[in-house]
């Protein structure tokens, strides 16, 4: 089996989805969305084929599609629904596998379970997306220390948003991660613009 990359976030809206598509798409990859919350307005997949070019098939089905954009564990509370870690392992891929997990690493599934204790579970490396913006160097140590005191393997930290070299620095050499690169804002952005700014600013081997 090939090993999935999982992807988390600083924050919600980070533009975790839009880099995992450009990563998916590079990387002929299967893209998987365990727990969806929120279906108003398209999912993370739906934006994922759509920005990827990933055929249909490459995209895998949600464990959990929930209907209100909350915290997972709220949302299947008001669904109705208790999240079963058991339905929540990675599946077996012949492709290399990208997943999304939702929010950021300490979003909790449940009442006991967190996406970074799941994780862990998965023994999958890890890569953070993060803002340039202002902010972003408190929450991506605060992420980074949170992966690390489970014991998970981060491969590196992408960026999103305008060029901010010292906060990019900074948060590599006291994080002591691997910056991977930078998406811009893009505009417009569709699939080629995404996926010529993803290759002009990363590298492929650091995903194999
Ligand atoms: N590189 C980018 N260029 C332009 N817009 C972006 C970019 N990344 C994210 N966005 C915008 O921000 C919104 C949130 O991004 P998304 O990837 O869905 O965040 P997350 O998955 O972290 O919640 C997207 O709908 C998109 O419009
Ligand atoms: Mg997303």
New binding site residues.
Partial sequence: MIPAIVVT?T??????????AALAGALHAHYWKPVQAGLVGGS?SQ?TAKLSGLRPDRILAEAYRLTTPCSPHRAAQLDGVAIDPELLMLPASPRPLVV?GA?GALVPLNDTLLFADLFARWKAPVVI?ARTALGTINHSLLTIEALRSRGITILGIAF?GEAQDNSEQTVARLGKVHRLGR?????P?NRDT?AH?FAASFSLTDFK
């Fill in positions: 976030g924050d919600t809206d980070v533009g975790k989805t839009v880099f995992t993370d934006l999304e929010g997306v999103v998406l811009p804002l893009l505009d952005l995404l700014a």
